[in-house]
């Protein structure tokens, strides 16, 4: 099975082409074919496309040959994740393929899979709070995750961590201080270069969920945002101040207070 993975939920994108091999008691057995990470000031939007289609002329493969879609569903930036999820649907569509998400804190962790302590993915939520989750090992390449998908303040992570742990991701050099100062002797850090989610390991995860048939339904599945979003906060207080809200998150202007004019809908920020 030929599996194309998507992973937009921080600055670095990620593409790969995976190859997955069924084989009599080697269920998880798969190569990569061809994987493509940036980091780049361009937005996810003006290269995701771009990107998917550089990987697949390098590799030698039509679009057409894909079998399945693997997505990171975040949680992360809500731009990158609806531009993923825009595009792996559209796709999906085409070819006629099946989608299975992964959510990216699961595929950040699984950078490591082989850890023993605690693995504790941290990506940047902004407003000084961070995603995150716990997972644990079994020393045998297998990571289990035993926590909810969590946004919260760095130091209110810190307080749910008991025991050893390894922290990675983009979150944690922001907070890199609080962590050092909060976990002291517990907390390990990952390199630099583990600190991305990558769509090979998007693409490994998604192996068995495709054995078991358990994908996506196109019509309805979206990101994992676990945040609400801006919209959603606008709305919400419009709604306290008991004045008209529009069904995308704008509000009514109330006569006699600056004229009667419909404000901006609100949008998920990224």
Not at 201 to 213: C, I, K, P, Y
Request: charged share 20%; hydrophobic share 40%; glycine share 10%.
């Amino acid at each position: 099975m030929l599996i194309l993975a998507v992973e937009t939920s921080t600055p670095t994108g990620s593409v790969s082409l995976v190859e997955a091999f069924p084989e009599e008691g080697v269920p998880g057995a798969f190569r990569v074919v061809a994987e493509t990470s940036q980091n780049l000031s361009e937005t996810h939007s003006s290269r995701l496309m771009p990107s998917i289609d550089r990987l697949l002329r390098e590799a030698s493969t039509p679009v057409q040959a894909v079998q399945g879609i693997a997505v990171g569903l975040g949680p992360g930036s809500f731009t990158g994740l609806r531009i993923a999820v825009s595009t792996v649907k559209g796709l999906a569509f085409s070819l006629k393929v099946p989608v299975v998400g992964i959510p990216t804190l699961d595929a950040l962790a699984h950078n490591l899979p082989f850890a023993s302590p605690l693995v504790c993915p941290v990506l940047d939520a902004r407003k000084k709070e961070v995603y995150a989750a716990l997972f644990r090992g079994d020393g045998e390449g297998r990571l289990r995750r035993i926590s909810e998908h969590w946004v919260l303040s760095p130091e209110d992570l810190c307080s749910r961590i008991p025991e050893r742990v390894i922290l990675l991701g983009t979150g944690v050099e922001p907070y890199a201080e609080i962590f050092r100062q909060k976990l002291g002797p517990r907390a390990s850090f990952a390199p630099p270069d583990l600190s991305f989610p990558r769509a090979s390991t998007v693409a490994r995860l998604s192996l068995s969920v495709f054995q078991s048939g358990q994908t996506v339904d196109l019509m309805t599945f979206a990101p994992l945002y676990v945040r609400r979003s801006e919209a959603e906060i606008h709305r919400e207080r419009k709604e306290a101040e008991g004045r008209p809200v529009l069904s995308g998150g704008g509000s009514v202007e109330e006569p006699g207070r600056g004229g009667a004019k419909v404000a901006d809908a609100g949008r998920r920020g990224g």
